[in-house]
């Protein structure tokens, strides 16, 4: 892997969509932002382990906003100050969910709700509805043995055969129809979520 | 060529079109039905979208994995980095106990204290024997001061060749001994008499622990280099 990868390399590499060039930029964006990311947080009343919490719903918010098409990286903007930005959000978003909150969060949930006077609400409601539409949390959303059974058939290219063994199936037709009504589960798991 | 009836059957062959795995001849009646079929564009639509958000949920899925792997690795580095400094903390301080121990001087409790058992509270009649006993005492310690050992040790064996000793002003003319011995190089006359005051429950003239190991430490440290 390089040592150093520029904006730009990193969004290229997240549009390839192939597992190599995401693990790269995923490596690069770690590399480069999560000490940023971590003083954030730990500046903000969390902890080490809040940030790296933070870094992973970051992560697939930043991938899912730029297969979207609702991240473009413009001229003269600094990714990381996007990422900053919905970090913050994150956070934020994160202490309020708490039933209780430290000192050290509600001054920053105060500060937050300073600096973007009636935003945090309509800011939530955007992350909050943005999360649903999250692929992987769609993906989620099926029971286990499902998702083995997509992840197996379409991402590791298994034939039905070696499915049936591996997850314990009957037979392949037993797979093959088990296939056909987890992706119609999953179709319906897409009609919930809005604009898919 | 017909168009599949089945809903699995007809799921699978659109799935091999919208991921280009027809031959020529199929694709093109395939082409043919979605023209026809505004149903079928819509299936295939919809079967292109799931395909979409698996690769997504896929990708996603693989880069958190990454993540939490890279995470791990930085947790197991930051962890290392503060072992390694609190090692290290631990062993300059261990040193610099065992360079204390080594090099700073026993200091015992004070003997002035008990200047009205030993010297007559009227100094024209105190006898002689016992003024020269106080006068060897304090004048060995003064010796110690200025590291002439040699004639320390003189001074408290003088003090010691008194039978009538108290019981505290003997003990702490020994525990100058052992230091004037250590000092002048008679490491076995030191440990002799260190042994005696080892495990003392009765002793008077308490030395504290820290100057215990002090003198212990000296006499070992002086037979491991000698």
Known sequence: MKHSYTDREIIEALLARREREVNEATEALY???????????CTSGGNRYD?????????????????????????????????????????????????????????????????????????QQLIAADEDAWSLKIFRRLGIEAQQLLKAFYFEKLSLKDIAVKLGYPSDNAVKMQKHRTLRDLSNEIRKCKGL | MKRPTDREEEQAWIERYALGKMPPEEMRFFENELVNDP???????????????????FLQEQALETLR???????????????????????????????YLSFSMPRFP???????????????????????????????????????????????ETVLESNDLRPYFKE??????????????????????????????ECEYHVSTLNRW?????INVQKLTS
């Open chain 2, 214 to 218: 002090k003198i212990w430490w000296q």
């Open chain 2, 172 to 201: 702490a003319a020994q525990w100058h001994l052992i230091v004037a011995y250590l000092k002048s190089g008679d490491l076995s006359r030191a440990e002799i008499l260190y042994k005696r005051f080892d495990n003392c429950l």
């Open chain 2, 39 to 57: 149903d079928l564009t819509h299936k295939m639509n919809e079967i292109k979208t799931l395909h979409r958000v698996m690769q997504e949920a």
């Open chain 1, 31 to 41: 590399n480069q932002h999560h000490k940023m990311i971590t003083q954030l947080i």
């Open chain 1, 51 to 123: 940030a790296d919490d933070v870094f992973q719903d970051l992560l697939v918010a930043f991938l899912h906003n730029v297969w979207s098409g609702q991240f473009r990286l413009k001229e003269n903007a600094k990714l990381s100050t996007y990422l900053y930005e919905i970090a913050k959000n994150l956070w934020y978003k994160k202490i309020r969910s708490r039933s209780a909150s430290t000192s050290r969060e509600l001054a920053y949930m105060k500060d937050y709700e300073a600096q973007t006077p009636d935003a945090p609400d309509a800011m």
């Open chain 2, 110 to 156: 004070d003997s002035e204290n008990d200047f009205t058992v030993v010297r007559s509270t009227n100094k024209t009649t105190m006898p002689p024997a016992q003024r020269q006993v106080f006068d060897q005492f304090f004048e060995g310690q003064a010796h110690i001061v200025e590291g002439q050992y040699v004639m320390a040790v003189k001074n408290f």
């Open chain 2, 69 to 99: 792997k890279l995470q791990s690795r930085s947790r197991i580095k930051r962890r290392s980095v503060t072992m390694v400094r609190y090692i290290g903390f631990a062993a300059a301080a261990c040193v610099a106990f065992m360079a």
